[in-house]
């Protein structure tokens, strides 16, 4: 006998509230009382981030304005939104509901990435953003891409990853270095020491990081990881580099970096 549904669905409702979207979900289908509970407002509304109405209205999607809070939360993990002037892409992790972000190559530090003959910037058929930064030559990569640590989910352990595609073409891309630190708390060179070695094409050695392909089509390459405890350890820098081997570079083409809950 489905005893759950003998309750009112207020109350499955708020109990539902206190687990998780994967709960949800599977309680939805054993119960038929959980079924109906878990279309509710009351429920998705828990799941969704707190400040997740002030970042809708920092971009364009007045949509999502019209949908349920279950369609709403669905809507941002299956289709990031830009944000703060195209700046920015924000989406949800399906299986927690906590915030990802994508930094558009636009607002990464790329070293002579105003120079024309180092690097083009053009629209791309498969990116999100208005743009994408094509690497055409350069001896010396560089790019840093940074975030607040109070946008991003509380008490939450993040990966930083490098989304690129390789041109036809492409040349001195074996590997780089890369790491993850909080800027006001560990110098350049503390952390350059503990960079760790990836591979963005070919396959990797025993102690390089592969790139993988990601459902959009693109690549990514995990850069390094934190802790974010309560949001209050200011910015948040992912670096990318291959600064020593003065090799001729080109072909990599940049949509962003990735801060995404593990």
Known sequence: MDYFGLLAEGILSEILSFTSPEDTARLSVSSRGFKSAAESDVVWEKFLPSDYQHIISKSN?????????????????????????????????????????????????????????????????????????????????????????????????????????????????????????????????????????????????PSEKPSKRRVDGWMEIEMGNFFNDAGEDGDVEARLMEIRRLFAKGGLIVQGMEFRPE
């Open 61 to 205: 999607s007045l949509l999502l304005g019209s949908l349920s809070k279950k369609e709403v939360y669905f809507s941002l993990c299956d289709s990031p939104i830009l944000t703060d002037g195209g700046k920015l892409s924000f989406s949800l992790d399906k299986k927690t509901g906590k915030k990802c972000f994508m930094v558009s190559a636009r607002e990464l530090g790329i070293s002579w990435g105003e120079t024309p003959y180092y690097w083009e910037w053009s629209s791309h058929p498969d990116s999100r953003f208005p743009e994408v930064a094509k690497l055409r030559f350069v001896c010396w990569l560089d790019m840093r891409g940074k975030i607040e640590t109070r946008m991003l989910s509380k008490r939450t352990k993040y990966v930083v990853y490098l989304v690129f595609k390789l041109a036809d073409g492409f040349y001195g891309l074996e590997t780089a270095n890369a790491f993850v630190r909080f800027v006001d708390c560990e110098s350049n060179n503390d952390t350059e020491e503990r960079a760790i070695v990836v591979s963005l094409s070919r396959r990797e050695g």
